[in-house]
T-cell receptor
Framework: LAKTTQPISMDSYEGQEVNITCSHN???????ITWYQQFPSQGPRFIIQ???TKVTNEVASLFIPADRKSSTLSLPRVSLSDTAVYYC????????????FGGGTRLMVKP | GAGVSQSPSNKVTEKGKDVELRCDPI?????LYWYRQSLGQGLEFLIY????????KSGLPSDRFSAERTGGSVSTLTIQRTQQEDSAVYLC?????????????FGQGTRLTVV
């Protein structure tokens, strides 16, 4: 099981770019890296997923270095509504614990 | 359905009573997961199903917890003789398959309060 480590919390201001880094030193060859977002009183919501290099969608970008031992979620120009907990997950194929969530990073966006 | 549906959304029960929590996954999703989240905490993995089978039940907190899935669709999480420490939000998720490269969709959860 590839364990993940993220900062417990981060603060930012509206309009800034936020980068949240996740460490996963024992990531396996078949593992994907997935990020979820969770608002209070809601279930987690998929943000982005990648295997290597860079992935970008309408919400965020995910940067994965060549050794894949870490990944960085980048949120461009955050707004107050981006205040949430962000979870980094590393998933192995056919592993029942594929969706093992760590503690997440609590992002607070201030005006 | 359009998304993962859980019922009830809220449940208040007396200590010692049994409760059943229901999860309707997205149609066609073969994998189904149950999690528990206490207030202000992260998600605690409980159990997953691939089809109707649950290969790994080690995440269940005690033998008072059980889960089943019939017809590869609806799943029920049962908690017997509830205790106050069982109070939490119980989340269900489903995905097309168990794979690190597959997005999982979560329901809104069932908030269980044991008084």
């Amino acid at each position: 099981l590839a364990k993940t480590t993220q900062p417990i919390s981060m603060d930012s201001y509206e309009g800034q770019e936020v980068n949240i880094t996740c460490s996963h030193n024992n990531i396996a060859t078949n593992d994907y890296i997935t990020w979820y977002q969770q608002f209070p009183s809601q279930g987690p919501r998929f943000i982005i997923q990648g295997y290597k290099t860079k992935v970008t969608n309408e919400v965020a970008s995910l940067f994965i270095p060549a050794d894949r031992k870490s990944s960085t979620l980048s949120l461009p120009r955050v707004s107050l509504s981006d205040t949430a907990v962000y979870y980094c997950l590393v998933g192995a194929n056919n592993a029942g614990n594929m969706l093992t969530f760590g503690g997440g990073t609590r992002l607070m966006v201030k005006p | 359905g359009a998304g993962v549906s859980q019922s009830p959304s809220n449940k208040v029960t007396e200590k010692g009573k049994d409760v059943e929590l229901r999860c309707d996954p997205i149609s066609g999703h073969t994998a189904l997961y149950w999690y528990r989240q206490s207030l202000g905490q992260g998600l605690e993995f409980l159990i997953y199903f691939q089809g109707n089978s649950a290969p790994d039940k080690s995440g269940l907190p005690s033998d008072r917890f059980s889960a089943e899935r019939t017809g590869g669709s609806v799943s029920t999480l049962t908690i017997q003789r509830t205790q106050q420490e069982d109070s939490a939000v119980y989340l269900c998720a489903s995905s097309l398959e168990i794979s690190g490269g597959t997005e999982a969709f979560f329901g809104q959860g069932t908030r269980l309060t044991v008084v």
